[in-house]
């Protein structure tokens, strides 16, 4: 997000645009709805890097000044004041607000940072980058700054080499290789994991080498065209970003075929804005020239106030807390561009024996006060107790994980993961999504206990449905993972099948609320019928039943489990940030009433099977929520969590469910009166 335009002629739009884009992302990084596509303002950020970058390099060439140190010694003036800053003071205020395993990873991502490969470190993280867990990293937007930084470390050399051996290729050639190269290594690894093409510098570079073809090429460009034609070229161009901003989700393919749309629009304008295009003229005004100066501050310290406000506050952040914590990072860039940013650019002032004294000195302590962080994970002496314990609970643990100690997650749904005693026979199959993995460690054990065996068979967002398709889902992988599912479940030696799932989310395409302050963050999912229908949400539930309905005509029993109650709240954080604030109030509860508002069409649809001698229900309302005080907790009156997060049940809320189930399974008395006075 760094630019400088050093010895180039200063282009007014090209500063008003990085303010607009900047003031864009911060309302996506919001979670502002109108803004979801808005994801791809960082493609146009990283073609106006490319095309300075190049402009800056050539100018230098042609007025006989080009050097690769002095080009990398502007790009450290540029970006490692600032950066330092809001590193080492977001590292000691999350002192005070983080749990020590989140704390643990943003010293271990500014480590990275550090190193110039934050893209490398979220590549390799566990939850991708529209994760409701990203925007509680406060560096989860450095990820960025890696990869503009390793196309800074590449891009001077590869001019340095296309001047020594110019009589073999020229920078045109070697920057259309990349571009080529680069494209088709993000073909090639978006279908197979878009994280990985999200992050990494091979499948990104494409966009940064064609700014920079631009910049080369820019006068030849304008040649071609009429100049009468160019304003509405440029304002063409822009209408096409905008156009992808506001139709474009966060399921499209992306860096993908797509992405050249709005790439596509943003080298247009780049190429063909002049002072009477309508763009140009509207980012020409002072106030978005001022928010394009202090742009690569104000983008570096949005999302720290949003991941540091998320931990202080024990509820969802509001529009309103949105709206403050904007401010006060736009406030804050002000005082860092003027008292860090310009001074440090000043060569006068900061000579480069100086710049480089400065820089090494501050980077050695703030490598180790991360590295410190890091090895002592997250200092936990720092926290009370209380703050520990309450964070930490030791049945908030690992799910999907057999006695046996193996991960039931690694299993796909053609090997389906055994579970239970290993010497009987697998009569029995737990699937569904992850609601059904969370019962996976007591069900193994219940099994165990009750010389049962059989498999589990579930896959992550992705609830059983025959007819159903999730949005989102480009390779169809859910729909194929319940075809393989429901044939294995047909086969003669398979008796009982439990089925679990988070079916009212699949209904809805909005995130979930329980209208007590706690609201449901990261990329939404949902179900839509195979065959288009006009009632979307009939034709879901149908899918929900009709596996159910032929499970019974083939004479296998069915246990089926109903909606648990979704609590809107990670639980362990709202305890976390309750105890460290010291809260009186500690009840982690939603209304029974939004839990059967929110269920309501599941819970009918279930019930409007009928009675069948073969189908049991286990009602987690029954076990988790008490009618007479019309509350559904998150704990047992002792205070232990009984959630692993907002809508997982921990391994201890599992144990209360699968008490029922088994006691469904094994055609037992129900154990529910006796469940209830235990809990």
């Given at each position: 997000?760094a630019g400088n335009?050093a010895?180039?002629?200063?282009r007014?739009e ?8 900047v003031?864009?992302v ?5 979670g502002v709805?109108?803004?979801e596509?808005?994801y ?5 950020f990283?073609i106006?890097s490319?095309?300075?970058?190049a402009?800056?390099?050539?100018t230098?060439i042609?007025a006989g000044?080009f ?6 010694e502007r790009?450290?003036?540029?970006i490692?004041?600032?950066l330092y800053?809001?590193?080492?003071s ?6 005070y607000?983080m749990?020590?395993p989140?704390?643990?990873?943003m010293g271990e991502?500014a ?6 490969v934050g893209?490398?470190?979220?590549s ?16 989860m937007?450095?990820w ?6 390793q196309?800074y470390?590449?891009?001077?050399i590869?001019?340095a080499l296309c001047?020594?051996l110019r009589r073999w290729?020229?920078i045109?050639a070697?920057?259309?290789a990349m571009?080529?190269l680069?494209f088709?290594?993000a073909?090639f690894?978006?279908?197979?994991n878009?994280q990985?093409a999200?992050?990494?510098?091979v499948s ?5 080498s064609?700014?920079?073809?631009l ?5 030849k460009?304008?040649s071609?065209?009429?100049a009468?034609?160019h304003a509405?070229?440029a304002?063409a ?5 905008t ?9 499209w393919?992306?860096p993908?075929?797509?992405?050249l749309?709005p790439v596509f629009?943003g080298?247009v304008f780049?190429g ?6 309508l763009?140009?003229?509207m980012?020409?005004?002072r106030v978005?020239?001022?928010?394009g100066a202090?742009?690569?501050s104000?983008?570096?310290w949005?999302?720290?106030?949003f991941a ?5 506050s024990?509820?969802s952040?509001?529009?309103?807390d949105?709206?403050s914590l904007t401010?006060a990072a736009l406030?804050l860039?002000v ?5 860090v940013e310009?001074?440090f650019?000043?060569?006068a002032?900061?000579?480069p ?7 090494i000195?501050?980077?050695i ?10 090895r ?6 720092r926290l009370?107790?209380?703050?520990l314990?309450a ?9 999907a994980?057999t006695a046996?100690?193996?991960a039931?997650y690694t299993?796909s749904?053609d090997?389906?993961?055994?579970i239970?005693s290993?010497?009987?026979p697998?009569r029995?199959m ?5 609601h059904?993995?969370a ?10 206990d ?5 498999y589990?068979?579930?896959?992550n967002a992705c609830?059983?449905?025959i007819?159903s398709?999730l949005?989102?889902d480009r390779?169809?992988?859910?729909e194929?993972h319940?075809?393989?599912v ?5 086969q ?16 809805d395409?909005?995130?979930y609320?329980?209208?007590?302050g ?8 949902w179900?839509e ?5 006009a009632?979307?949400q009939?034709a879901v539930?149908e ?6 309905r032929?499970?019974l005509s083939?004479?296998?029993r ?14 362990p954080h709202?305890?976390?940030?309750s105890?460290?604030?010291?809260s ?5 509860s939603?209304?029974l009433e939004?839990?059967l508002?929110?269920?309501d069409?599941v819970?009918?649809?279930?019930d409007?099977?009928g009675?069948h001698?073969?189908l049991a ?6 076990v988790l929520c008490d009618?007479d005080?019309g ?11 009984l959630y692993l997060?907002d809508?997982?049940?921990n391994?201890?809320?599992?144990e209360?469910l699968?008490?029922?189930i088994m ?5 037992e008395?129900s154990l529910t009166d006796?469940i209830?006075?235990r809990?």
């Amino acid at each position: 997000m760094a630019g400088n335009t050093a010895g180039v002629k200063f282009r007014p739009e090209i500063e008003g645009l990085r303010g607009l884009l900047v003031l864009v992302v911060i309302f996506f990084h919001a979670g502002v709805p109108a803004f979801e596509g808005v994801y791809f303002t960082v493609d146009i950020f990283f073609i106006v890097s490319g095309y300075l970058m190049a402009l800056i390099i050539q100018t230098d060439i042609d007025a006989g000044r080009f050097s690769i140190i002095g080009f990398y010694e502007r790009r450290a003036r540029r970006i490692f004041p600032a950066l330092y800053v809001v590193l080492f003071s977001s590292l000691l205020c999350a002192y005070y607000l983080m749990p020590a395993p989140e704390y643990e990873k943003m010293g271990e991502s500014a480590l990275w940072v550090l190193g110039l490969v934050g893209n490398i470190y979220f590549s390799l993280s566990s939850y991708g980058y529209f994760d409701a867990d990203m925007g509680l990293q406060p560096f989860m937007h450095l990820w960025t700054l890696g990869l503009e930084q390793q196309y800074y470390l590449l891009i001077p050399i590869c001019f340095a080499l296309c001047l020594g051996l110019r009589r073999w290729f020229s920078i045109n050639a070697l920057l259309l290789a990349m571009t080529v190269l680069s494209f088709g290594c993000a073909l090639f690894i978006v279908y197979k994991n878009m994280q990985t093409a999200f992050y990494l510098p091979v499948s990104r570079f494409w966009e940064f080498s064609l700014g920079s073809l631009l910049a080369l090429n820019e006068a030849k460009l304008r040649s071609w065209v009429p100049a009468r034609f160019h304003a509405r070229l440029a304002d063409a161009g822009a209408a096409t970003v905008t156009l992808i901003l506001c139709t474009a989700t966060v399921h499209w393919v992306h860096p993908g075929p797509a992405t050249l749309i709005p790439v596509f629009g943003g080298l247009v304008f780049l190429g063909f804005a002049t002072p009477q295009s309508l763009l140009a003229r509207m980012l020409s005004l002072r106030v978005f020239q001022q928010l394009g100066a202090i742009s690569f501050s104000l983008y570096l310290w949005h999302q720290v106030f949003f991941a540091l406000g998320r931990w202080y506050s024990i509820d969802s952040l509001t529009g309103l807390d949105y709206f403050s914590l904007t401010v006060a990072a736009l406030l804050l860039s002000v005082v860092s561009y003027n008292l860090v940013e310009v001074p440090f650019r000043n060569r006068a002032k900061f000579k480069p024996a100086v710049l480089w004294s400065v820089l090494i000195m501050v980077t050695i302590p703030l490598y180790f006060t991360a590295k410190y962080i890091d090895r002592k994970h997250g200092i936990e002496e720092r926290l009370p107790v209380a703050a520990l314990e309450a964070y930490r609970d030791k049945n908030s643990g690992s799910i999907a994980l057999t006695a046996d100690n193996v991960a039931c997650y690694t299993f796909s749904g053609d090997t389906p993961c055994p579970i239970g005693s290993p010497e009987m026979p697998r009569r029995w199959m737990l699937v569904g999504d992850s609601h059904a993995a969370a019962l996976t460690t007591s069900l193994d054990r219940a099994f165990r206990d009750n010389d049962l065996a059989g498999y589990a068979a579930f896959k992550n967002a992705c609830a059983f449905a025959i007819g159903s398709r999730l949005v989102g889902d480009r390779k169809r992988e859910c729909e194929r993972h319940n075809a393989v599912v429901m044939e294995r479940l047909l086969q003669d030696d398979v008796e009982g099948v439990i089925l679990a799932g988070r079916y009212p989310y699949f209904l809805d395409d909005e995130s979930y609320n329980n209208y007590e302050g706690g609201v449901e963050e990261g990329i939404q999912l949902w179900f839509e019928p195979v065959s288009p229908r006009a009632d979307r949400q009939a034709a879901v539930i149908e899918s929900f039943l009709a596996p159910v309905r032929e499970l019974l005509s083939r004479g296998k029993r069915v246990v089926l489990v109903y909606p648990v109650p979704e609590m809107g709240w990670h639980v362990p954080h709202y305890l976390f940030k309750s105890v460290l604030r010291r809260s009186e109030s500690l009840d982690i509860s939603i209304s029974l009433e939004r839990y059967l508002e929110r269920s309501d069409a599941v819970r009918l649809a279930f019930d409007g099977l009928g009675e069948h001698p073969g189908l049991a229900r286990v009602r987690p309302a029954q076990v988790l929520c008490d009618s007479d005080r019309g509350r559904c907790s998150a704990q047992r009156k002792d205070g232990r969590l009984l959630y692993l997060d907002d809508d997982h049940v921990n391994n201890l809320g599992a144990e209360l469910l699968v008490s029922e189930i088994m006691a469904r399974a094994l055609e037992e008395a129900s154990l529910t009166d006796r469940i209830v006075t235990r809990f």
